[in-house]
């Protein structure tokens, strides 16, 4: 499966930009700290610079090796530590809800978040009052910090929003949209969502959903409001520059998710960070796997929860089953793992994309990120998941239902659960 961004990149720098010719200066800031939200941008911002078009960009995470005048990044990453400080797989096992979760923590992240981007020495050089810096158009996320949103009042050029991942329900309400607490898209509401639910539990996913949303507006937005003014001056209420969005670029493969109204202003898109190229193996890596007679596991948690994380009595689990199993394993582990099992292979990071498209995979074993989703379709490898945080109860139940996967709770595993669950995604050949 191939996938192309010349259509989205033609009505993004044509038809949104009130331009007649030539190459436009675009303003681009991601300020989530997450690399999984940085990542699916990466292509476009090449893509528009390949095109001839000057970009600034402020993010977490630079692209490297790029040098040109015509690319200019901001590196605001001096504040990562603070969502590090999250620990998503033990909120998991303490039974916490992701709304919950963003309740006591994502949101005073998101004000650090917001206040590291607004006080960048190189962004402040920009928007300062004197500053005689233009752009043409704003590009950025679209997520929990619309305290950003003030640049584009300050340059007075339309606001592009891009999301890594389906809407949140605040900002769909906001926009106009359908907030539906029962829907099976709606990701927030993790497990809880299906057809047919009973009355209490569509109840109570209502009274959930909408207290949340009268948290956005009464407690996030007067709150970011005040941030943005603090470096701006007076601005319209950010709500309404929110509501003015002229177009919004999320990432999510229409096929693969549950059918409901889309907004007119919202062009989806998928998989943009499949690389062309993939990055080589460490020789001791691909020696390990090249020799993986029967075929090899892929373990990973992702880039915001932590193998090293989970219970003791939980890694314990693992590495009995992998010891049984007649297959190596490649496991995502941040920390020295004494006592591991001979058929197992640890690293704090992996080329993952170059892993998956190895031709003696069997299983990739994740945590139901929307990148790792998108990447193990593309290279056709079956998943087992165990979601953590966000979006991943929903994606993983989509490639279960799918039938690309199987979907099982980390928090109350069994060891001949997983065991049983690896051999038939492994064997069975449906």
Same mark, same amino acid.
């Given at each position: 499966?191939?996938?192309?961004?010349?259509?989205?990149?033609?009505?993004?720098?044509?038809?949104?930009?009130?331009?007649?010719?030539?190459?436009?200066?675009?303003?681009?800031?991601?300020?989530?700290?997450?690399?999984?939200?940085?990542?699916?941008?990466?292509?476009?911002?090449?893509?528009?610079?390949?095109?001839?078009?000057?970009?600034?960009?402020?993010?977490?995470?630079?692209?490297?090796?790029?040098?040109?005048?015509?690319?200019?990044?901001?590196?605001?990453?001096?504040?990562?530590?603070?969502?590090?400080?999250?620990?998503?797989?033990?909120?998991?096992?303490?039974?916490?809800?992701?709304?919950?979760?963003?309740?006591?923590?994502? =949101?005073?992240?998101?004000?650090?978040?917001?206040?590291?981007?607004?006080?960048?020495?190189?962004?402040?050089?920009?928007?300062?009052?004197?500053?005689?810096?233009?752009?043409?158009?704003?590009?950025?996320?679209?997520?929990?910090?619309?305290?950003?949103?003030?640049?584009?009042? $300050?340059?007075?050029?339309?606001?592009?929003?891009?999301?890594?991942?389906?809407?949140?329900?605040?900002?769909?309400?906001?926009?106009?949209?359908?907030?539906?607490? +029962?829907?099976?898209?709606?990701?927030?509401?993790?497990?809880?969502?299906?057809?047919?639910?009973?009355?209490?539990?569509?109840?109570?996913?209502?009274?959930?959903?909408?207290?949340?949303?009268?948290?956005?507006?009464?407690?996030?937005?007067?709150?970011?409001?005040?941030?943005?003014?603090?470096?701006?001056?007076?601005?319209?209420?950010?709500?309404?520059?929110?509501?003015?969005?002229?177009? =919004?670029?999320?990432?999510?493969?229409?096929?693969?998710?549950?059918?409901?109204?889309?907004?007119?202003?919202?062009?989806?898109?998928?998989?943009?960070?499949?690389?062309?190229?993939?990055?080589?193996?460490?020789?001791?890596?691909?020696?390990?796997?090249?020799?993986?007679?029967?075929?090899?596991?892929?373990?990973?948690?992702?880039?915001?929860?932590?193998?090293? +994380?989970?219970?003791?009595?939980?890694? $314990?689990?693992?590495?009995?089953?992998?010891?049984?199993?007649?297959?190596?394993?490649?496991?995502?582990?941040?920390?020295?793992?004494?006592?591991?099992?001979?058929?197992?292979?640890?690293?704090?990071?992996?080329?993952?994309?170059?892993?998956?498209?190895?031709?003696?995979?069997?299983?990739?074993?994740?945590?139901?990120?929307?990148?790792?989703?998108?990447?193990?379709?593309?290279?056709?490898?079956?998943?087992?998941?165990?979601?953590?945080?966000?979006?991943?109860?929903?994606?993983?139940?989509?490639?279960?239902?799918?039938?690309?996967?199987?979907?099982?709770?980390?928090?109350?595993?069994?060891?001949?659960?997983?065991?049983?669950?690896?051999?038939?995604?492994?064997?069975?050949?449906?």
């Amino acid at each position: 499966m191939k996938h192309h961004l010349p259509s989205l990149l033609f009505v993004l720098c044509v038809l949104y930009i009130a331009k007649q010719s030539g190459c436009y200066k675009i303003l681009a800031i991601v300020p989530s700290s997450s690399y999984s939200h940085q990542i699916p941008y990466r292509r476009l911002w090449l893509e528009l610079h390949k095109r001839g078009h000057e970009v600034v960009l402020a993010t977490w995470y630079p692209i490297p090796n790029i040098k040109s005048p015509n690319f200019t990044q901001i590196d605001i990453s001096q504040y990562y530590g603070t969502i590090k400080k999250l620990d998503f797989v033990q909120n998991r096992f303490e039974g916490k809800r992701w709304l919950d979760i963003v309740k006591e923590n994502m =949101l005073p992240v998101t004000k650090v978040i917001a206040e590291t981007v607004l006080n960048s020495t190189e962004l402040r050089k920009l928007y300062a009052p004197e500053s005689n810096a233009t752009f043409d158009v704003y590009l950025t996320e679209f997520l929990f910090v619309p305290a950003t949103y003030a640049f584009a009042h $300050r340059f007075n050029v339309p606001i592009i929003g891009l999301s890594s991942f389906g809407l949140i329900g605040f900002n769909e309400h906001a926009l106009g949209g359908l907030v539906l607490p +029962s829907h099976e898209y709606t990701w927030e509401m993790e497990d809880n969502t299906g057809t047919n639910l009973p009355f209490l539990k569509r109840l109570r996913n209502f009274v959930y959903m909408w207290y949340t949303i009268y948290y956005y507006y009464h407690a996030l937005i007067p709150d970011q409001q005040k941030l943005a003014e603090k470096y701006f001056g007076p601005l319209p209420p950010m709500l309404d520059v929110l509501k003015n969005v002229s177009l =919004l670029f999320i990432n999510q493969a229409d096929v693969m998710i549950a059918a409901r109204p889309k907004l007119p202003n919202i062009i989806t898109y998928t998989s943009s960070h499949i690389e062309k190229k993939l990055t080589p193996l460490h020789k001791n890596l691909q020696a390990f796997l090249d020799g993986a007679t029967n075929g090899f596991i892929y373990f990973s948690l992702g880039s915001n929860a932590r193998s090293a +994380s989970l219970p003791l009595e939980i890694r $314990r689990m693992f590495c009995d089953v992998f010891t049984k199993l007649p297959y190596r394993v490649v496991w995502k582990f941040e920390e020295d793992f004494p006592g591991k099992p001979d058929n197992v292979y640890i690293g704090k990071w992996f080329p993952q994309q170059t892993i998956l498209a190895h031709p003696n995979i069997k299983l990739f074993i994740y945590q139901g990120g929307l990148q790792s989703s998108e990447e193990t379709v593309h290279y056709g490898v079956p998943v087992l998941g165990f979601a953590i945080l966000a979006d991943q109860d929903y994606q993983v139940a989509r490639m279960e239902a799918l039938g690309i996967g199987k979907y099982l709770e980390i928090t109350t595993l069994k060891k001949d659960e997983l065991e049983n669950a690896i051999t038939e995604l492994i064997t069975n050949k449906k």
